[in-house]
């Protein structure tokens, strides 16, 4: 029949719902687009994904089951092995290496901030006690309880320490050491132990007071020295000057803890600024402790050769230098005056001396 006798306009025939039509269009019956319409990319790449899906969650089962063994072996019963394998699963952790690993690399920043930082250094304490507690305390503290407890107070009182050194963080990477070594070979070395013990005893309130203590101490024998041979001697004047500086750490250190302690109490790290410099914790410090030294050496050398030349100890003094230094009183070689007052005996001691 005509399409004419449908009532169809011929003209507004659409091709593309007459495949008649689309092949007297485009002969060769090749879609110019050049994309095949029946194919549907979604479709082929969704069964892969899937696949690569299930064998992920194939391994990731394998790997909690494995992790489950390896912790009831250190003697967990089953429900906290469960429940440690998926905390470690949860932070991609494979094996009870990648915890340690973990550990190792915070305590070298704890370690790094604290040359620098005390208070960051602290915050990062807290990343490593966070850390420890979440994969090593449940294995340590079944078989190894009381070196579990010791390794929670460090890390809490190193948190909360105000003088915290960097010689106390370092503490950090041997204290996880020695947890590896205890999950693996079953025990601790005896020299980390005793260095452990003796940052325990000696930090906080009770190093600052003994620094404080024997800072102020330390200008006794100054001002003793000084007043016994009083300035007017110039060879003991080089022995004064080497004291003061033998003993200057000791007074830069007591100072440092004050002004740590203080900072620490009223959250002002810049009064931490002496810490940084200590004569045994910095770099720079130690070379200054040892240019201190150097310099305290060579001035009792030559505050000491000038006494015992006046002396003529050394064989070149002059005859009556030697009778000028001597002592008036029988078998003493200093000159000095004494005149009985009663029971009291005074005794002057002469400048040139």
């Known amino acids: 029949m005509p399409i004419a006798n449908l009532g169809v306009n011929p003209n507004n025939i659409n091709p593309s719902t007459n495949p008649s039509a689309n092949s007297s269009v485009n002969p060769t019956g090749v879609n110019p687009t050049g994309v095949n319409p029946m194919a549907n990319p979604t479709s082929a790449v969704t069964p892969i994904r899937n696949v690569a899906l299930g064998l992920e969650n194939q391994s990731s089962a394998e790997n909690v089951q494995q992790l489950i063994n390896r912790f009831r072996s250190y003697g967990l019963p089953e429900a906290r092995a469960q429940r440690l394998a998926d905390s470690y699963a949860q932070y991609g952790l494979t094996s009870v290496d990648d915890a340690i690993n973990l550990l190792y690399q915070d305590s070298a920043r704890a370690i790094a901030l604290s040359e620098v930082d005390i208070l960051a250094a602290q915050q990062q304490i807290g990343t490593v006690e966070e850390n420890y507690r979440r994969f090593l305390d449940s294995l340590l503290s079944t078989n190894h309880s009381s070196f579990n407890d010791q390794s929670v107070n460090m890390l809490r009182k190193m ?26 070979q079953g025990q601790v070395d005896g020299r980390f132990s005793i260095n452990r ?17 024997l800072a102020l101490l330390a200008f006794v024998p100054l001002y003793l020295l000084g007043l016994a041979f009083g300035s007017g001697n110039r060879n003991w004047q080089w022995v004064r000057l080497s004291l003061f500086l033998l003993l200057l750490p000791v007074i830069y250190e ?100």
């Open 254 to 353: 007591g100072l440092a803890a004050l002004l740590s302690y203080i900072g620490g109490f009223m959250a002002l790290p810049i009064l931490n600024i002496l810490s940084r410099y200590s004569f045994f914790q910095s770099s720079l410090g130690h070379l200054a402790w040892a240019m201190l030294m150097l310099t305290a050496i060579i001035a009792a050398s030559i505050g000491l050769w000038g006494i015992c030349k006046q002396f003529g100890l050394l064989g070149n003094a002059k005859q009556d230098d030697v009778n000028k230094e001597r002592l008036t009183i029988s078998d003493s070689r200093a000159s000095m005056t004494r005149s009985d007052l009663g029971q009291e005996t005074v005794i002057e001691w002469e400048d040139e001396f």
């Open 159 to 184: 948190r909360q320490n105000p003088l915290l050194s960097s010689q106390d963080v370092a503490l950090l990477a041997g204290q996880v050491a020695s947890a590896e070594n205890l999950l693996k």
């Open 197 to 213: 013990n003796a940052q325990a005893l000696w930090q906080g309130m009770l190093r600052m007071l003994v620094l404080l203590l």
